[in-house]
Structures are given as structure tokens and as C-alpha cells.
């Protein structure tokens, strides 16, 4: 059973967390940072859920006792938070944190994060230090991306989630076994995340246009795919390249290729298109429809569906459309938590 550290000091707010996670998890709860030190040096708890607004104390002074320790790469941090307090949003995003929660607490927004969390963590405490680093850049660089592009916030996490998914269901058929191996599984989940990397290059007034773009402004837009091709080349001309990088090149170029050729940048067609490529066209569409745009209404999952489903053997690899429709209830449900923690948080507000 995992071990989550509780650091909270509501007798409320503690009862309520216990109430939830109890029933899945070994839960400790200190009422101080002040005694973690000492705590850390004889347990180590899963990951650590850290109330920002305990009284009388600074919460920075808690995150450093955990980032000093030993073992503080192995234990990912959640904020608690304040609804109302936006700027210390802010202010933790910049920090070394895993997640942040919001109060009112929600149970199945909780859950769910941390349940990400965890399995996040496993993943990254299997790999050695080299991939923790390019997990370490492409997260950074993939968040500069939603930076930039405030129009589509949370597109790339959302959509790498997607990927997984149907990386995972394809993996297990037996069409593409020796397909990807279990070295290029890992190294896709991070190359996933960095698809829109080019649009770094695109100016503000096409990446944040409040309407849809014209011919010539989605002409300009679609260079995105090439300029995330030229950002990879170079960096694999001055390391010498890795598998991982040449992965996250084809994807950045080839995610807008279609089936039938009438792609971009350059037309490839079928089986040309990479594998992982095709994947994530399905997980960037997937999430393209069921998110609100300024110039259209959310799809619901059923419409995403049906969509999908008529661009099989045009837009997407068939095949790949099969897996995706006999598993895409997956799909709806990450789709479903997207969802509830987005009305939460503008509940909160």
C-alpha cells in the first residue's frame, strides 16, 4: 500500500483527507513542517500532500527540508491551496512541485492526481539518471509551450495522457509486437509531450489569436511542424543525437501527416508516417475536439468518436482506429476528470 505524508494543520481539512485516502492508502499526517526532518530520516512516504497556508509557518522552509534530503527524488510533492489565492498559484507553479490541489477539496480530482502522481513516480525511479535528465528538459520545454500558448492550456499534458493510452493498446496486439520495444516506450512518453515544440517560433498573434485563423495565418501556423524538426536536428548535431531525439523529431514533423497523403508538411502517406506518429495524430485530435476553443463549443466524447471514426483510412491509420474505438472508453474517462477539475477550479473562482 502506498504512504502518503500529510502536512496540515485543520483538524477539518484533516479529517477530510483521511476520510478520502484512508480507504486506499497508508496516510501519516504532521501538523508541522518542523518535525519533517527528523521524520525523513525514518520513513519514506510515497508522496508528500503540503498544506502552503499552515499557520504561523513559511511553506518554503518545508519544501527545502525535502528537497535537501536524500531522498527527495524519489517523493513527489502536491501543494494544497487556497482556492482564492491565485497569486501563490503562480508562485508555486515555478517551483519543484508534482501537482497542486485546490480547496474545496474534490474527492475524485484528489484521487486521480494523486493516483498520476504516483504512477509518474515509479516510472521515473525505474530510469537511469540520463533519462531522468531528458525527462527533466522535455518537461520543461513542453511547458513552455503551454506557456506560450495560453489558448490551448493544458493540450500537451492532456494529450500525451491520450497517447499512453492507445501506446498501450497498441503495444499489446500482436501485429506490432517488436513494433516499439520497451526502451522506445519509455523514451515516447517524453517525446510525446514535445509534438508542438515548433510553435515556440510561431509569433503571439497567430499562437493566441482570439478567432480562427485565415488561409494565410493557418499557412504560417502549419510551420510549426518544421521548426520543431529544425529544433531537434540541431540539438542531435551538437550531442550526437539519441533514439529518443530522433522519436521526438518525427513526431514534432510528422503528427499532421494523413493516411491518405493530404497531410503536412510533406504528404507522407500510410505506413510512411511513422508508428508513433499515427498514434499521437489520434490523441492530438482526440483532444483538439473535446476542448473549447474560442472559435468552437467542446465536443462531447461520443462526438470525438464518431469523428475519429469517419476520418478512418483518410485521416488516421484503420487499424489504429479499430484499437482506438474498442478501447476508447479509456479515453472518456480521463476525459471525464479533465472535465470535473476544470469545473472545480471555476467553481472556486
Not at 51 to 61: F, L, P, V
Not at 99 to 116: G, Q, Y
Not at 180 to 200: C, F, N, P, T, V
Request: aromatic share 8%.
Amino acid at each position: 500500500m502506498k504512504h502518503i505524508l500529510i502536512i496540515e494543520n485543520d483538524p477539518l481539512i484533516i479529517q477530510e483527507l483521511e476520510k478520502i485516502l484512508c480507504r486506499k492508502y497508508k496516510v501519516t499526517v504532521i501538523n508541522s513542517g518542523k518535525n519533517l526532518e527528523d521524520y525523513l530520516k525514518s520513513n519514506t512516504p510515497d508522496l508528500i500532500l503540503l498544506a502552503a497556508d499552515i499557520s504561523g509557518e513559511d511553506y518554503h522552509t518545508t519544501l527545502n527540508v525535502i528537497m535537501d534530503s536524500k531522498i527527495s527524488l524519489r517523493i513527489p510533492v502536491m501543494m494544497l491551496l487556497s482556492s482564492k489565492d491565485r497569486s501563490l498559484e503562480q508562485e508555486v507553479n515555478a517551483l519543484e512541485i508534482a501537482d497542486i490541489v485546490t480547496k474545496p477539496i474534490v474527492e475524485f480530482t484528489l484521487l486521480k492526481r494523486i493516483s498520476n502522481c504516483l504512477e509518474l513516480q515509479e516510472y521515473r525511479n525505474g530510469w537511469s539518471e540520463a533519462e531522468k535528465f531528458q525527462d527533466a528538459l522535455s518537461v520543461s520545454f513542453a511547458q513552455l509551450v503551454e506557456f506560450r500558448d495560453e489558448a490551448t492550456g493544458g493540450h500537451i499534458i492532456n494529450t500525451t495522457r491520450y497517447f499512453r493510452i492507445l501506446l498501450d493498446e497498441v503495444m499489446k496486439r500482436d501485429k506490432y509486437k517488436g513494433a516499439i520495444s520497451q526502451e522506445d516506450y519509455k523514451s515516447l512518453q517524453r517525446s510525446a509531450s514535445l509534438h508542438d515544440i515548433g510553435k515556440i517560433g510561431i509569433s503571439d498573434e497567430i499562437l493566441r489569436k482570439a478567432s480562427s485563423l485565415d488561409y494565410n495565418e493557418y499557412e504560417y501556423m502549419k510551420t510549426h511542424t518544421l521548426l520543431g524538426k529544425m529544433a531537434f536536428e540541431k540539438i542531435i548535431r551538437e550531442t550526437g543525437g539519441s533514439r529518443w531525439l530522433y522519436m521526438a523529431r518525427d513526431i514534432a514533423y510528422c503528427h499532421h501527416e494523413r493516411w491518405d497523403g493530404n497531410g503536412y508538411p510533406n504528404g507522407l502517406k500510410g505506413e510512411d508516417i511513422p508508428l508513433y506518429a499515427r498514434i499521437l495524430s489520434i490523441a492530438d485530435v482526440y483532444d483538439a475536439l473535446t476542448s473549447k476553443r474560442c472559435y468552437k463549443k467542446a465536443f462531447s466524447h461520443e462526438e470525438a468518436v464518431k469523428t475519429i471514426a469517419e476520418g478512418r483510412g483518410k485521416i488516421f491509420d484503420p487499424d489504429l482506429v479499430d484499437i482506438f474505438l474498442e478501447t476508447n472508453q479509456k479515453f472518456k474517462e480521463v476525459l471525464i476528470g479533465i472535465i470535473e477539475a476544470a469545473s472545480e477550479e471555476k467553481r472556486s473562482n
